[in-house]
Every structure is written in C-alpha cells, then in structure tokens.
C-alpha cells in the first residue's frame, strides 16, 4: 500500500510538473504585437480580453441594427418589390455566414486573428459608411414615393443600385470575417493548461454572450427607434459610430494581447491524412498504438503541449501513421503522418454530429424572428393609448432577461456546479449544449399552446390577446440559447485541433445559417404536404394567421426538436467515450 502511494505521488508530481511545463511551451507559441514571446505577466488574461469584449458588444450592435431594419429600408427608400427586398435581406444574412469561414481562414493560416479582426473591422465600417451616404443623399436613391400607394415607384438600378449593394457587402465582407475572430483572439488571451487560466477562459465565453446580449438589446430598442424617428442615414451613422468605438476598444489593447502564430495551411496536414491513409488502406495497424509513427506517449517522458494521445476512434485513419520504410529514409508526409496530425483530423470528423444536432436549434431561432414576430403583430401591442410595443421589438424579451442572468450564471451556478463535477467550466460544454436543446422544445411547446389560444380567442370570441402572453417562449428561448450557444463555442474552441481556433468558430457560425435555410426547406415541405385539395394552401400557405395552423407547425417543431435533443444524447455520449486515450490503459497496465 505504501508503494502504491509513493508511485501515485510521483504520477501527481510528474502532472503538476507536465502541466506547467505545457504552459511554459504554449506561452513561447504566443506573441505580442511586435512578433517577440509573450510574458505571462504582461500579456493576456481578462484584462486583454475585455478590449474584446468591447469590440464585440459595439459591432453586434452595429450590425443588429442594420439587419434589423434592412427590410424596411430596402422596400421603402431603394424601392425593392417585396420577394426581391427578402431574398437581399436573407443573402445578406446568409452571405455573413459564408465570409465567417473566410475570415477563420486568413486568421489561422496566414494573419493572425488580431490583424483579421482590424483589417476586416475597417472594410465593415466603410460599409456603414457608405450606407450611411447613401441613405442621407438624394443623388444616390430612386425619387421619394410611397410603394404602399403608388405602385410606379421607380426601382434602384445601375449606379445607385451598385452602390447599396457595394455598402451592404462591404458590411457582409466585414462582419463575417470579424465574427469568429472576436471569439477566438478574446479566448487566445487564456492559456488551456494552467489551472486558474482554464477557469477564467469559461468565465470569458459568458463574457462574450453577455456582451453579444448587450450590443443586441440596445440595437433592437435604442437604434431601432433612431431609425424609425431620425432616418435610416442617421441610424446608419450611428453603426458606423458603434464600430468605430469597437475599433478603438481594439486597438487600446494592443500592448496586452498575446497573440498566436498563424500556421499558414491548415487544410494540407487534413489532406495529407486521408490520402496516406487510403495508399496504405490494405496495411493492418499494429495493436499497440505506441508503434505508430510520432506517438509520444512513453511513461516519465515530458508530453509537449503541441502532441495529441491516440484514441481509437476512426481507427482506419490510423493506417496514414505506420511507417513501412526501416531505413533512415525520410517519407513523404503525404504516405507517413504523425499521431497528433491524425488526431486533429479525427476531431473534426467528430464535431460533425454536434454541430449537426444544433441546426434544428437555430431552425427555431428563425421561427421566433419570423412567425412569432408575425404572431405579436396579431395581438394587442398597446401599453397606454400613445405607446404601442413595436413586433420586431419582441426580439429583445429574451436579452433583457440574460444581461441579468449571464452574470447570475457565472457568478454562483459555475461555483456551485464546479463543486459537485469538478470541472473547470462548472457545467461541462457538452453537457450545457444538451440542456439548451431540451430546453428549446418547451419554448415551442410554448408557442404552440400560446398560437391555440390566441386563434380561438380571434376567431370563436372576437378577443385580440395582450401581447405578453407570447412572452414565455422567447424566455424559455433565450435561457435555452444561453446554455447551446456558449456551451458549442467553448466546445469547439478546447477541441485539440491546434491551429485551426477562428475556423472552428465560424463553423458555429455556420450553424445559424444552415439553421435558416432548413427553415426554409421546412415551411414549403410542411405547406407542400398538407395542402390536401387545390384550394388548400396548407398550414402556413393563407398569409393570415386566422386561417392557418401555425400551432400544429409549432408543435412539429416541437416533436423535430425532442428527437434532436435523444440524436445529441447518443452522439455527445459517443463523443466522450471515442475521445478517451488507450493509450494511457497500456501504460498504466504495465505498472500494475
């Protein structure tokens, strides 16, 4: 007994040691911003990352403001018919998503995210800019007329067209490729191995959906009614203003970021993978996972920071690490690979089905800012007799409540929890994305029993509900978005893909998009089957809501979203289980 003890206080020593170690390694891997080593004591931590913060919280709310009232502006000054207007809205929104795995790019291959967010902050402030110009001068926009009455209402067309498109993609451009950037250069500021840096980085992650809660709050209430009230040209300008402060937030911080490396191509090491693989597909990989190439998990050896261990997963990629060649000839890296390459590429195949599981997430999102906005505009929207709730405005429900609740969250719930699971994040990520998801189905239980109630009410009684009846399903919502939307970017971010941080983040990114679209996919499928005669258009095919049954739509969503959440709980279950070293089994069998 007293020798397994001494061996167990050598095995803690030698972790303590090997930690501390990694972090001496990670900080020579990170720079300051003149290119030489960080210093520990100078560079990074929450002090650097607030200087994010800041940036992030201004172009949320830049940028919120313009896609917000885009429609509106786009219909009523540049005179777009209504299919043309919401085809520019959602490629515009679509294409931010597209240009967020742009920007993951650059940053990790070629600039840096520092320099990615500053070169690309620029191009989205020329934008507003640029809309900002365009909405105050008369030169530039079709002659004023009213499209609800006159029904000649000249269209934008060639140059005056160009340069509204020029703005909104410059804004695209920008905003896109600033996004995940902003998540992954205030992360870069924490280092991974030491202890009280890990907490930190998951305190940083409820920073950052604070901040984003924050922008998105003030952009649907304060600028919106700047827009409505002083012009689009002035509520443009104040974009611009907002993402001129967050540049200026940016660049105050300089001196106390640590920055990472770029590693120049991150997609050759993936390739090079898959193609040694398949060349040796008819080899047999050894049993002993120690005998691939570039395995360096050997007991009492110092593990660099940089090195992955071997996990069984997806053992057919195993094959691209078995050297064949005895002699002291070097192979092409295209036929011999490392274990640590292999394994980054083995965790991108497996964040497929996390990030699969949160598409039907945002799929819901998308609900709450299309037919639930519809919803409230159905219903009694009066406060007093001068004041009326804006539908749009509806938005805002769920970030009142977080800029409460973050705080709360991270304040007392990750101690409590960090206490019982003993987990640096308090409720591990993939653990806090399976709780959002569960929690999403009851803002559609919610809705659905809500839209009952509110068409019987219309139709059977004549009565028009209060508006704030639809509250609770954007509340469950944003409690739900709180827990999947900060649990997937610290999830993804901590995956050991070393190198590759902002492209990871886009791909979160992503997720909203490919959520929208299937939306969309979603309402004509539903529309196209239960259209069940030639006058029936189905359940959302009427265009009033009186007449159609968004409630059974809702209560799909519901049932699309349960099976979602058990899908999540097989594959987050397999991902934990597939991401266990075997190798450390074998070594501690043999000190047994």
């Given at each position: ?25 990670a900080?020579?891997e ?8 960080s ?32 429609i509106t ?25 597209i ?25 989205e ?15 530039l ?33 920008g ?18 191995s ?27 209430t ?35 970021f ?36 570039g ?15 071997h ?6 990629l ?10 002291n ?39 709450l ?26 938005q ?98 901590k ?10 983040m ?11 679209y ?27 809501l ?47």
């Open positions: 007994m007293a020798k397994i003890n001494k061996q167990s206080s050598k095995w803690e020593q030698e972790e303590v040691s090997n930690e501390m170690n990694n972090w001496e390694l900080e020579e990170s720079v300051d911003w003149r290119g030489r080593p210093n520990p004591n100078k560079h990074g931590g929450m002090r650097a990352a607030l200087f994010v913060l800041g940036l992030q919280a201004f172009e949320i709310m830049g940028i919120a403001a313009v896609g917000n009232n885009l502006y786009v219909i009523n000054e540049m005179h777009f018919p209504l299919s043309k207007a919401a085809n520019i809205v959602t490629n515009f929104v679509g294409t931010i998503f240009f967020a795995l742009l920007g993951g790019y650059l940053s990790d291959a070629f600039l840096g995210s520092f320099w990615t967010i500053l070169i690309f902050g620029f191009v402030l020329s934008g507003f800019i640029l809309l900002s110009v365009q909405a105050h001068l008369p030169q926009k079709p002659p004023k007329c009213n499209p609800l009455i006159d029904q000649t209402c000249e269209e934008a067309k060639g140059f005056k067209a160009m340069i509204f498109f020029m703005a909104l993609y410059l804004v695209a451009l905003s896109g490729c600033v996004k995940p950037n902003m998540i992954a250069h205030g992360a870069d500021q924490f280092s991974h030491h202890p009280k840096q890990s907490k930190r980085l998951s305190s940083y992650f409820n920073a950052a959906y604070f901040a984003f809660s924050m922008g998105e709050l003030i952009a649907l304060l600028l919106v009614w700047v827009q409505t009230h002083s012009g689009m040209d002035v509520g443009f300008g104040v974009s611009a203003a907002a993402m001129t402060l967050g540049l200026i937030s940016l660049v105050s911080g300089t001196m106390y640590r920055n990472k490396r770029p590693r120049r191509s991150i997609f050759t090491p993936i390739a090079q993978v898959v193609v040694a693989a398949i060349l040796k597909r008819k080899l047999v990989s050894p049993s002993d996972p120690r005998m691939l190439h395995d360096h998990h050997v007991a009492n050896d110092v593990v660099p920071s940089s090195t992955l261990p996990t069984p997963r997806f053992r057919f195993d094959k691209a690490c078995i050297k064949i060649q005895e002699t000839t070097k192979e092409s890296p295209w036929r011999l690979c490392t274990v640590t390459q292999v394994e980054q590429v083995k965790t991108l195949i497996s964040l497929v089905p996390i990030f699969a599981s949160t598409i039907v997430f945002n799929t819901i999102l998308a609900q800012q299309t037919f639930s906005v519809q919803q409230g505009s159905s219903m009694n929207t009066r406060l007093s007799n001068s004041f009326h709730i804006p539908p749009a405005s509806l805002a429900i769920p970030y009142i409540l977080l800029i409460f609740l973050v705080p709360l969250y991270d304040s007392l719930l990750v101690p409590f929890a960090r206490k019982l699971t003993g987990h640096n994040s308090g409720i591990p990520p993939l653990t806090r994305i399976g709780v959002g998801l569960f929690l999403s189905t009851f803002s559609m239980v919610s809705a659905a029993m809500l839209e009952k109630k509110r068409r019987d009410s219309s139709v059977l009684d004549g009565r028009i509900l209060s508006i704030f009846w639809i509250t609770p399903q954007f509340l469950i919502f944003g409690v739900s978005e709180m827990f999947t939307a900060v649990g997937l970017i610290e999830f993804f971010y995956q050991s893909a070393k190198g590759m941080e902002s492209f990871l886009a791909l979160t990114y992503c997720s909203y998009s490919f959520g929208f299937f939306s969309s996919v979603l309402v004509s499928v539903v529309n196209k089957i239960t259209s069940t005669s030639v006058d029936s258009k189905g359940w959302l095919g009427e265009n009033d009186n007449k159609d049954r968004l409630d059974l739509f809702y209560w799909l969503l519901a049932v699309l979203s349960l099976l979602n959440f058990l899908s999540y709980l097989f594959w987050s279950r397999w991902n934990i289980k597939s991401s266990r070293s075997n190798t450390t089994n074998v070594v501690g069998d043999e000190n047994i």
